[in-house]
T-cell receptor, first 114, second 117 residues
Framework: AQSVTQPDIHITVSEGASLELRCNYSYGATPYLFWYVQSPGQGLQLLLKYFSGDTLVQGIKGFEAEFKRSQSSFNLRKPSVHWSDAAEYFCAVGAHTGGFKTIFGAGTRLFVKA | GAGVSQSPSNKVTEKGKDVELRCDPISGHTALYWYRQSLGQGLEFLIYFQGNSAPDKSGLPSDRFSAERTGGSVSTLTIQRTQQEDSAVYLC???????????????FGPGTRLTVT
């Protein structure tokens, strides 16, 4: 069965520091992979996605993610975090199961300290 | 253009009552999804529509939950005989399906916060 694991429930980083949020997935075929962000009181917004091709994908707000098939990972990175990046981040995998649905991880809450 | 809209934004209901939650997807999006997000939890998949049909109902937590979609557009999620554990934010999303590129990217509505007292 498809699954997504985000090992870190919450992470705290200093403003200006680098960030890496971990995501591991389980899926039998080539996955469609996504990172979404949910800011306090806001809806979910797509940061970036991977379907095929270059395994390093660029997203909005300076985020990037790298697909590593051998590790079944799709970690999200940002070189310098801003206070406005404080939010909940969800990794997701798209799965075909007679139709199509997206399986979300439990999320990682990012706290940014001054 | 207009995004995904949901109504009501907040709903407080008494235990045992039925509730209906509405979702208006982005025009032209053939796929529509319902999720539930409980406090401090991730997104729990409930149901997916392709057009008016629901090929995957596996996520509905009980037979008190049902959903329909008419005209390939608006969808209604109905919860009968609500229980306190149904309290959550119910999110709707829509997407184009098929092809590559922008396909499968889901656009989310703001959600309906349901509180069962």
């Amino acid at each position: 069965a498809q699954s997504v694991t985000q090992p870190d429930i919450h992470i705290t980083v200093s403003e200006g520091a680098s960030l890496e949020l971990r995501c591991n997935y389980s899926y039998g075929a080539t996955p469609y992979l996504f990172w979404y962000v949910q800011s306090p009181g806001q809806g979910l917004q797509l940061l970036l996605k991977y379907f095929s091709g270059d395994t390093l994908v660029q997203g909005i707000k300076g985020f990037e993610a790298e697909f590593k098939r051998s590790q079944s990972s799709f970690n999200l990175r940002k070189p310098s975090v801003h206070w406005s990046d404080a939010a909940e981040y969800f990794c997701a995998v798209g799965a075909h199961t007679g139709g199509f649905k997206t399986i979300f991880g439990a999320g990682t809450r990012l706290f940014v300290k001054a | 253009g207009a995004g995904v809209s949901q109504s009501p934004s907040n709903k407080v209901t008494e235990k045992g009552k039925d509730v209906e939650l509405r979702c208006d997807p982005i025009s032209g999006h053939t796929a529509l999804y319902w999720y539930r997000q409980s406090l401090g939890q991730g997104l729990e998949f409930l149901i997916y529509f392709q057009g008016n049909s629901a090929p995957d109902k596996s996520g509905l937590p009980s037979d008190r939950f049902s959903a329909e979609r008419t005209g390939g557009s608006v969808s209604t999620l109905t919860i009968q005989r609500t229980q306190q554990e149904d309290s959550a934010v119910y999110l709707c999303a829509s997407s184009l399906v098929g092809g590559s590129g922008g396909a499968y990217e889901q656009y989310f509505g703001p959600g309906t916060r349901l509180t069962v007292t």
